[in-house]
Nanobody, 118 residues
Framework: QVQLVESGGGLVQAGGSLTLSCVIS????????MDWFRQAPGTEREFVAR???????AYADAVEGRFTISRDNAKNTVYLQMNSLKPEDTAVYFC????????????WGQGTQVTVSS
């Protein structure tokens, strides 16, 4: 069974940096397009970043220029490097995997909390 496990969340001051990790087990990460989403209290889950199997990257406007998504296929891990963090970045961050060959082959992690203090 495929599982995604996020880690690296925590408390950081505004302007600081944090790197999240998402480890996929059960399948190789190279099978999937990988996304990061986030959800703050009282809001809908929103897209943050995507990396394709060919390592094309896309970002939400709110994070573009500050966040970087990357993949290490050898470690079956996707990262989200977050710089210049703002209080509005506070949310639970979720890893998402979707197989472009089969959209039923998709998975969510349980999330990791990021809190940015002002």
């Amino acid at each position: 069974q495929v599982q995604l496990v996020e880690s690296g969340g925590g408390l950081v001051q505004a302007g600081g940096s944090l790197t999240l990790s998402c480890v996929i087990s059960g399948r190789t990460v190279s099978t999937y397009v990988m996304d990061w989403f986030r959800q703050a209290p009282g809001t809908e889950r929103e897209f943050v970043a995507r990396i394709t199997r060919g390592s094309t990257r896309a970002y939400a406007d709110a994070v573009e220029g500050r966040f970087t998504i990357s993949r290490d296929n050898a470690k079956n891990t996707v990262y989200l490097q977050m710089n210049s963090l703002k209080p509005e970045d506070t949310a639970v961050y979720f890893c998402h995997a979707i197989n472009p060959a089969s959209n039923e082959d998709s998975y969510w992690g349980q999330g990791t909390q990021v809190t940015v203090s002002s």
